[in-house]
């Protein structure tokens, strides 16, 4: 029987479209560091950007209704080449691991 385990993850931060753009891992790098947050705290999937609020710079540029024109100023691009903007709460991580532990009982004897 295969055993579950699930990593809570509580970060919360806002998606976002990224239209007629093609952001890459340098991007993502310099927003995570404009921000104060960390390189896994930015990601892109689809052209949709996510940026979870993990530090007070972060908290601070939401509360003042800025993450918007902070991306388009970060990317050098239009605010207008952003939409939906949605919040968002990240997905807990489940892993799901065999009866490996049984298996190595065996070897043992």
Known sequence: MPKTIVIPDNRTGF??????????????????????INNKDV??????LTVYNTSEASQEVIDDNALVS??????EISPESISELTA????PKVLEMDDMLD???????
């Open 103 to 109: 298996d190595d009982e065996d070897e043992d004897d």
């Open 43 to 48: 990601l892109v999937e689809n052209g949709v």
């Open 88 to 91: 968002v709460k990240a997905k």
């Open 15 to 36: 998606s976002m479209k990224i239209k007629d753009v093609q952001l890459t891992r340098p991007d993502l790098h310099i927003i995570a560091a404009d921000l104060g």
């Open 70 to 75: 902070f991306v388009a100023m970060t990317l």
